[in-house]
T-cell receptor, first 111, second 114 residues
Framework: QQQVKQSPQSLIVQKGGISIINCAYE??????FPWYQQFPGKGPALLIA?????SEKKEGRFTISFNKSAKQFSLHIMDSQPGDSATYFC??????????FGKGTMLLVSP | DGGITQSPKYLFRKEGQNVTLSCEQN?????MYWYRQDPGQGLRLIYY???????QKGDIAEGYSVSREKKESFPLTVTSAQKNPTAFYLC?????????????FGQGTRLTVV
């Protein structure tokens, strides 16, 4: 069964710190790796995504690092802010198949 | 504004009743999806449809049914056969013909069995 394993389950970071969320996968056919951000009571929204032909992608304070040989990818949030407090989901997809989601990480950024 | 509309936002159901959740999109997307979200479980795929009049079971389809009679609409019925229906339900859409296209989500429907 296709799986994406996400860790940690929850994370507390001080304002201004770096938040790091990790995901690992087994299916080498995965070729698209998005991260979604979800606020309480809302639907998830795409935050940033990467393909395996690059090792890093940065958009503002958000960076995806991708390690193809280790089959791992991670989300780094630099200068974390209280407004970043949300649940973050990694996901993966092979070709035109459906997305497989990790179980999510609840991030709390303390003021 | 383009987007996905789910209704209602909150829904209460008595045990033994069927209930239908609405999902409408005006993004002209071919594919639509239904996910169930439970605390600590992530998003689990219930059903998806890649084209009108066709749909496929996801990982947890038992106790659910869908229809796709129009491109814009993908309603989900939670039947009395679903043993634990209380959850947050999310509808999404995408254009699978575009590689790496993102999936857009609605704001969700929270279903509670009373």
């Amino acid at each position: 069964q296709q799986q994406v394993k996400q860790s940690p389950q929850s994370l507390i970071v001080q304002k201004g710190g770096i938040s790091i969320i990790n995901c690992a996968y087994e299916n080498t056919a995965f070729d698209y790796f998005p991260w979604y951000q979800q606020f309480p009571g809302k639907g998830p929204a795409l935050l940033i995504a990467i393909r395996p032909d690059v090792s890093e992608k940065k958009e503002g304070r958000f960076t995806i690092s991708f390690n193809k040989s280790a089959k791992q990818f991670s989300l780094h949030i630099m200068d974390s802010q209280p407004g970043d407090s949300a649940t973050y989901f990694c996901a993966a997809r092979a070709g035109y198949s459906t997305l497989t989601f990790g179980k999510g990480t609840m991030l709390l950024v303390s003021p | 504004d383009g987007g996905i509309t789910q209704s209602p936002k909150y829904l209460f159901r008595k045990e033994g009743q069927n209930v239908t959740l609405s999902c409408e999109q005006n993004l002209n997307h071919d594919a639509m999806y239904w996910y169930r979200q439970d605390p600590g479980q992530g998003l689990r795929l219930i059903y998806y449809s890649q084209i009108v009049n066709d749909f496929q079971k996801g990982d947890i389809a038992e106790g659910y049914s869908v229809s796709r009679e129009k491109k814009e609409s993908f309603p989900l019925t939670v039947t009395s056969a679903q043993k634990n229906p209380t959850a947050f339900y999310l509808c999404a859409s995408s254009s699978p013909s575009e590689v790496n296209t993102e999936a857009f989500f609605g704001q969700g429907t929270r279903l509670t069995v009373v």
